[in-house]
């Protein structure tokens, strides 16, 4: 689960995007790739952008139910996987957090 904090992060990079989008579409008229036709890859592909845990474990999202509790979880009780945000992800937070600061 994301904490306050994280929350609150992503909602700045995605006001930062919307922004920065709205900064090169006023600048640039011509049809150009922008920001928001990237975050089309994104979506419905939670895979790209989060981590899946088991005991610890990074799981890929190939790995079925079966093979995580044969192979990882070990036991009889019910499977916990816990999810966190890929590296990227954080590293592009912080990157829109500072870049907010600055232009404060």
């Known amino acids: ?54 005991k610890g474990v990074k799981v890929s999202p190939k790995h079925t139910l079966a093979a995580i509790k044969a192979n990882i979880w070990k036991a009889s009780s019910d499977i916990l996987v816990s999810y966190e945000w890929a590296d990227f992800v954080i590293k592009r937070v912080a990157k829109a957090q500072s870049l907010a600061t600055q232009n404060r």
Do not use: F, M
């Open 1 to 54: 689960t994301l904490t306050d904090a994280e929350r609150v992060a992503l909602d700045d990079v995605v006001h930062w995007r919307a922004i920065q989008n709205k900064i090169s579409n006023s600048k640039n008229t011509r049809s150009a790739a922008t920001d928001s036709d990237n975050v089309s890859e994104y979506t419905g592909r939670p895979e790209l952008y989060l981590d899946l845990h088991c």
